[in-house]
C-alpha cells in the first residue's frame, strides 16, 4: 500500500479478499492503520471529508479497499459511511453480505427513499448506501441535481464518506464525481496495472480537477510472515506527451 507521492514510507499488503477485522494478520491491520493515518493527514480541517477510491483498470483492487478503508475508519468511533457508486458493476454489498438493492441509483430516480435503502452494519461501526438496481445510464444519474442535493445532506451527518467509484480509463464517472470529493486514492495493482493507464488515469483526474491525495499499491509480493515493506517506485518515467 504505497500512499502520498512524496512519502517515502510504503506499506505494502496483499489483497486478501477478506474483510478487515480485528482478527485479521497483524500485517494488515497495520497496513490499513497506516493508510488511514495517512488520509487524516492528508485531509486535514472541519467539515465531513468525501474520499473517492478509485483505479485504472477494472480488477486493480478497489472495491476491497473501499471496504477495508472505510472498516478502518469505523474502528476509530467516527461516523462512517460507504458508497458503491460503481454503478456499472457493483460489488461492494457482495463483499460486506448485504443486499445490494434497493441503493443509490434507486434513490436517485426516486423509487427509494435513503432510509430504505441505508445498512447498519453495527459489528464494523459503519453505514453502507449499496448502488442500486444498475442504471441504464449511470453518467446521467451522477450528473443530476438530486445527487448533489444528496452529497450535501449525508455530509451533515457524517465525518467520513468514502465512495467506491469506477475505474477512471474505461468510464467517466470517477471524474464526474471529482466536484464532491476531498481527494482520490488510485489503486495500482503489482504486475498487472500498466503505467500507461496510470499516466491516462491522472490526466483525466486533473482535466476534472480532482486531488489525488495518493496510491495503494496492491497485490505487492509479501515476505515470509505474509507482508513486507519496502520503499516503491516506479522504474519507468511518465510525462503528458508520452
Request: glycine share 8%.
Amino acid at each position: 500500500m504505497a500512499f502520498g507521492r512524496k512519502n517515502k514510507h510504503r506499506a505494502v499488503v496483499s489483497e486478501t479478499k477478506q474483510i478487515l477485522t480485528d482478527k485479521s494478520p497483524w500485517g494488515i491491520q497495520e497496513a490499513y492503520k497506516t493508510l488511514r493515518t495517512n488520509v487524516l493527514f492528508s485531509l486535514t480541517g472541519s467539515g465531513c471529508k468525501v474520499i473517492g477510491m478509485t483505479s485504472s483498470l477494472p480488477s486493480d483492487g478497489k472495491s476491497i479497499n473501499s471496504v477495508n478503508l472505510a472498516l478502518s475508519f469505523g474502528q476509530l468511533g467516527k461516523r462512517v459511511l460507504l458508497i458503491d457508486c460503481d454503478l456499472r458493476k457493483p460489488t461492494v454489498a457482495s463483499k460486506l453480505r448485504i443486499k445490494g438493492t434497493p441503493g443509490l441509483s434507486d434513490v436517485l430516480v426516486g423509487q427509494a427513499k435513503i432510509g430504505d435503502c441505508m445498512h447498519r452494519l453495527s459489528e464494523y461501526g459503519i453505514d453502507v448506501l449499496p448502488s442500486g438496481r444498475i442504471p441504464p445510464d449511470s453518467t446521467w444519474l451522477l450528473q443530476s441535481q438530486r445527487l448533489e442535493v444528496l452529497i450535501e445532506e449525508l455530509k451533515k451527518v457524517y465525518e467520513y464518506i468514502i465512495i467506491d467509484l469506477p475505474p477512471v480509463t474505461t468510464v467517466a464517472d470517477a471524474s464526474i464525481m471529482s466536484k464532491y470529493c476531498n481527494g482520490f486514492i488510485v489503486v495500482v495493482r503489482h504486475n498487472s496495472t500498466d503505467i500507461r493507464a496510470v499516466g491516462s488515469t491522472l490526466d483525466q483526474l486533473q482535466r476534472a480537477k480532482a486531488r489525488v491525495i495518493g496510491f495503494i499499491y496492491n497485490d505487492a509480493p509479501t515476505g515470509h510472515g505474509g507482508y513486507y515493506r519496502y520503499s516503491y517506485k516506479y522504474k519507468y518515467k511518465y510525462t503528458q506527451n508520452e
